[in-house]
């Protein structure tokens, strides 16, 4: 015998006229609960020509009068309602007069009854509402079985069925050109991977491919397929006006030329202070040898990066008239030519960082090592834990030596350790940032904060339940709503599902590398 019933039934229901209502019966046995959805009415004599594929459940009265052909039924599950509508839905009264539930008729006033009137609108069009529980989420499965049936309930005009068909048309025009692009792209991903504009690209295109299909499918715009196409266009429109703004200050200067014309000021920067670390950096006294060595080694790797960039001249200029190509699609593009553009400057700095960084690092962890010869012990690889050992003498004096020269060699090595990391630091920040402001531009959430401030039912997500104005002492009547989402989860819900938001910064993994001598990776 079920001891809870729970009567789901939309608030528009007491304008309609007098039929039978489908939905679906649930039985909860874990609760011993019945859940009933009423989803819509049909009216008197239009039950076998329906395109509904709902259950057929009960019927509705908006008077108390029964008629012979409302009590035919062909189901073991059957509810009558009857309706008192007094003008408004405030004062409307809802009326279970005649309940069956597995061929056995129920009284409403023995069993605990809960009328539930639901905005079924809202339901329908929200597109942010999650269940927050495991199970037993009675709206979420209300609000999937309406969204299941939405074409069933939504009444399409002829022009909406144009606008449809030309909308899907219009995408699957744009679609094949997108497939196209997109496979020789993931077929080029093994050299494009290495270009921060190659992963771009081949990261539009899985975008727009997304976003065509999911268009196609819905016959329509979502909240997460209209906010990135604004934010395509909004790109675009940026794009265009930065390249204007480019070529108003560059006027009639080579891009190529540009471009090394800066790399000369970097190149001539870094001899500077190579020469000053070869000196007497901040008074301290460095190994003349390794200083003189390291900071010949490091002109020489400088110095060869700029004949590379010379000679590269003449490809430039075609490099550039290409990349500009690029350019026209977008700000972000743009963005992803200048972080290309920064490791091509600095790549020289990086060599040299990664030079020092492994320096440093064998050296620490030489120190590391022999320092444990003077405590009698010796770090066990196999077993990762550190031992006791006994030394010979001939290994205590070879030891011995070996770290002193290693702890006289350090300072310097440090010193264009820390130089160089520094500079990384710098460059892979600046780096950091283009790529999130790459990120921000992709999801500009320009469509949805429309919607929002609007309080579309699109952007709806929290249920607020009351009390009936009219509610009677038996049954329970309770009348729900949903409200706007707040802004940061609205916001969050609508990034598009191919676009991975950054993770944080790890900064306790970044110390941690700069005191080992491990190697900075981009943020």
Known sequence: MTNNLLVFIPQGLHIEQSGYVFGKVIHDTHNNTKRIYIIGLRKIGSLETTKCTLDTIGCCTNSGTVTKEYLDRKHSDWIHITIKSFGSETSTEYHLTNIILNNVSVDPLTTRTIIILYNQRALLETELFKSKVMSGDHFYELAKLIQSK????????????????????????????????????????????????????????????????????????????????????????????????????????????????????????????????????????????????????????????????????????????????????????????????????????????????????????????????????????????????????????????????????MPTTWVYYTVFTLLRLVSIGFGGLLTRLKFYLQVMPVYTFWKWLLRCYSTCSIVDVGLHPSCPERPTMLSMTLSIAPWSLTWKQCIPDTITCYPSIEWHTILNNIMWGQLLYPL
């Not at 202070?273 to 080694?297: C, D, E, V, Y």
């Not at 699609?329 to 030519?337: D, K």
């Open 150 to 409: 939405k074409d069933e309930l939504r009444f399409k005009s002829r022009f909406t069925h144009v606008k449809e068909t030309l909308l899907t048309y219009h995408m699957f025009f744009y679609l094949y050109p997108v497939l196209l692009l997109s496979k020789v792209t993931e077929k080029l991903l093994l050299v494009l991977r290495y270009s921060s504009l190659g992963l771009h690209v081949y990261a539009w295109l899985e975008n727009i491919k997304w976003m065509l299909v999911t268009i196609i499918r819905n016959k329509g715009f979502t909240l997460k397929t209209g906010n990135y196409a604004w934010a395509i266009i909004i790109d675009i429109i940026l794009g265009i006006f930065v390249l204007r703004l480019l070529q108003y200050y560059i006027e009639d200067t080579l891009p190529s030329q540009l471009l090394l014309n800066n790399a000369e000021k970097v190149v001539e920067t870094l001899k500077d202070l190579i020469n000053w670390l070869m000196g007497a950096p901040a008074g301290l006294k460095l190994n003349h040898t390794l200083n003189n060595t390291m900071g010949k080694f490091f002109m020489y790797h400088i110095q060869l990066w700029w004949t590379f960039l010379i000679f590269s001249k003449p490809l430039m200029d075609l490099a550039f008239k290409i990349l500009l190509l690029f350019g026209r699609l977008g700000v972000t593009f743009q963005l992803s030519i200048a972080a290309d553009l920064l490791a091509l400057v600095s790549f020289h700095t990086y060599c040299i960082y990664v030079y020092a960084a492994r320096l440093f690092n064998i050296q620490l962890r030489g120190i590391t090592a022999l320092f444990r010869l003077f405590l009698g012990k010796k770090k066990n690889p196999l077993r990762e834990r550190v031992d006791s050992c006994q030394y010979q003498t001939d290994q205590l004096f070879v030891g011995t030596l070996s770290f002193t020269i290693l702890v006289f060699l």
